[in-house]
């Protein structure tokens, strides 16, 4: 191979196969406004969760997830008076990425506010 040809190989190639790949986050947030500190906190998306062994009053969790099927979005925790909580959200696809904010409040109820791109439909996708 000319010295030319394998400069080619060795700087474009790459870059075209990198052009071609993407992968679709999701720039999760986890507020805590329960009033109190929680404890065992899970959030639990299609394919995976995260959590954290506590969190306090008015923190906030940050975390990147990338989704793998379709499937709800749920939280979990135990508040700090004892109860555990338990609270289902929207559904989520693959290939979806943007922004989740989980805001935690009193009572044992939380929010989801999402702001994802649509969901999309490859060749399994409904007709």
Do not use: W
């Not at 790949?21 to 999760?28: A, F, L, P, R, V």
């Not at 906190?41 to 995260?50: N, R, T, W």
């Not at 793998?68 to 929207?90: E, I, W």
Request: net charge neutral; hydrophobic share 40%.
């Amino acid at each position: 191979m000319k010295p030319r040809g394998l400069c080619f190989a060795v700087i474009v190639l790459p870059a075209l196969v990198m052009a071609g790949c993407h992968s679709y986050h999701i720039e999760t947030t986890v507020v805590n406004h329960t009033g109190g500190a929680v404890r065992l906190l899970e959030v639990d998306y299609p394919s995976a969760s995260f959590g954290a062994n506590s969190l306090a009053a008015n923190a906030v969790l940050p975390y990147r997830i990338q989704l793998r099927g379709n499937g709800p979005l749920k939280v979990q925790y135990t508040a700090d008076d004892g109860r555990q909580a338990v609270v289902t959200g929207p559904t989520a696809a693959e290939q979806q990425e943007g922004r989740l904010e989980i805001v935690l409040l009193p009572d044992g109820k939380a929010e989801f506010h999402l702001q994802l791109t649509p969901q999309r439909y490859g060749d399994a996708g409904p007709n």
